[in-house]
């Protein structure tokens, strides 16, 4: 099981890019990078998945280096509407076995966006 | 498409009641989850069911049990409440068991207060 380690939190201000780096040192071969965001009193929604070099969706990008030991979520241009959490999972996209690994959130980067 | 439905929104508990929180998906999926939320914490993995007719603890079983009726619902009960079990509850349903891609899906949560 790959652990995560993220930022508590970050600030921002309306109109600015955002990265927020996931460090994952015991990454696995097979592994890949999902990230969530969950907005206040709401279920987490999957954002973006990755697993090498640069993933990029209408909503964000993802970045990740060769070794893949950390991965930075980068949110353009944010708005007030993107303060919210943003989880960053890394695991065994092919695990069909039931290893828990795979469903578990740690506690996330909580993003706030100021006027 | 209601995706994942999660009744009731709000429940308030006296400490020793019990009650079984609802969850249903509309998505033909085979895996569910049942996750806690405290102010401050990630989300914890309390039960999940990787197929109808199976279940397994999660990180956080303590106190709860569950029941996957069939393919679409989903139940959490507490037996007996107690005030630590104060949380939000999240529902959760993916086509397999892990959350790592697109196909995972979040209900809006249960808000419960134990007294």
New interface residues.
Partial sequence: LAKTTQPISMDSYEGQEVNITCSHNNIATNDYITWYQQFPSQGPRFIIQGYKTKVTNEVASLFIPADRKSSTLSLPRVSLSDTAVYYCLVGDRLDYGGSQGNLIFGKGTKLSVKP | NAG?TQTPKFQVLKTGQSMTLQCAQDMNHNSM?W?RQDP??????IY?S?SEGTT?K??VPNGYNVSRLNKREFSLRLESAAPSQTSVY?C?SSE???????E??????TRLTVV
């Fill in positions: 994942v989850y996750y401050g914490m990630g989300l914890r993995l999940y990787a397994d999660g990180e999240f959760a397999v068991l892990r959350v790592m891609n697109t995972a899906f979040f209900g809006q949560g």
